[in-house]
């Protein structure tokens, strides 16, 4: 009988694995907004909070990738655009292990001094992955004028003083989600 059902009414994965991908991208953001406000405030991150996360993100790592093998198994027809899941795939986790860097191994982690005019960039990156999570959920195509430019915001941020680690790994992530954000923009190739 349930084979009968699944022939009648299949439950392809591909809005599932979509899903998946978004709620990734939700645990990645939650994670760079924690460590990026840690930075912008000089304070030291709480390490039951930093665990949480960085669990939480692992997890929606797995599940998506997990969600998405199985939308890839299925008829083509059915499946999750294979190339655009794996440009998103593989960008994420660069950007994750440039958080990672940032979280853990910056140079004077526990001295840090307060970093203000890292909160612009930080609300533009955040504005960013809530965009690319929405698309991704959503199936869409962004364009790629209707994102924040980070690249300004990141030149912005460079002028300031601010530790030069610091800065290079900033870079990493501004480079990360801007790959990211080009996985679901319309004019991808």
Do not use: C, K
Request: charged fraction near 25%; hydrophobic fraction near 45%; charge should be negative.
């Amino acid at each position: 009988f349930g084979l009968i059902v699944f022939a009648l009414w299949p439950t392809w994965s591909e809005a599932s694995a979509r899903q998946s991908l978004s709620d990734m991208l939700a645990a990645q953001r939650a994670y760079l907004a924690a460590v990026l406000g840690w930075y912008a405030a000089g304070t030291q991150p709480p390490d039951q909070d930093l665990a949480r996360l960085t669990r939480e993100l692992r997890l929606a790592r797995m599940n998506a990738d997990a969600t998405v093998a199985r939308s890839l198994s299925e008829p083509s027809d059915r499946q999750i655009d294979r190339a655009r899941a794996e440009r998103a795939r593989a960008a994420q986790r660069r950007l994750v292990r440039a958080t990672y860097v940032l979280a853990f191994d910056v140079p004077d982690r526990d001295q840090r001094a307060p970093a203000p005019g890292l909160s612009s960039l930080a609300s533009s990156l955040d504005a960013l992955l809530a965009r690319v999570g929405s698309a991704t959920a959503d199936g869409d195509r962004l364009h790629t004028d209707s994102l924040p430019n980070l690249r300004s915001s990141y030149d912005e941020l460079s002028a300031a003083h601010i530790n030069p680690d610091l800065l290079a790994e900033i870079d990493e992530v501004v480079d990360a989600a801007n790959s990211l954000a080009s996985a679901v923009t319309d004019d991808d190739a």
